[in-house]
């Protein structure tokens, strides 16, 4: 299931929507991303992050499918926050159901690796000079491209 939303997420949640996903399920991997908060050095006081409809959605669900024919996926959740974000708000969440161990690690890494290069996101950092957009970090792109 994916959501794109501005509301806030409860972890402890959706981890057991994920537990409930049935017989064979032996391992259950999940990521939260935040707002980095980096001790205010570049002045970055939140984000604002915009997506295109319709499309973001259908980006993430061929990630899961991918995930998927690569691994054995049971269920997976992802929910990505959009609009205005303060500093240390939860911001992402990817959540894998597998039989496995290795396969949950992969898949959940996989998914959140392509996610920040593939969905069309948009961010802004909002700092106390301004506000810019940002660009997609080269490290970003290099983790995207070992998964080829």
Partial sequence: MISVQSEDFDVAAEYAA???????????????????DSGD?????????????????????????D??????????????????????????????CSAHRGDAFAACQFIMDALKTSAPFWKKEITSGGEHWVEQKASDLARSRDWE
């Fill in 67 to 96: 995930a998927s024919k690569r691994w054995d996926v049971r269920k997976a959740r992802v929910i990505h926050r959009v609009g205005r974000l303060a500093l240390c708000d939860q911001i992402v969440f990817v959540g894998v």
């Fill in 18 to 36: 994920l537990r409930d996903s049935g017989a064979g399920t032996g391992a259950i991997a999940t990521f939260t991303g935040l707002v980095r």
């Fill in 41 to 65: 050095l570049q002045g970055v006081t939140g984000l604002y992050l915009e997506h295109y409809p319709g499309m973001t959605e259908q980006v993430i669900q061929g990630l899961i499918d």
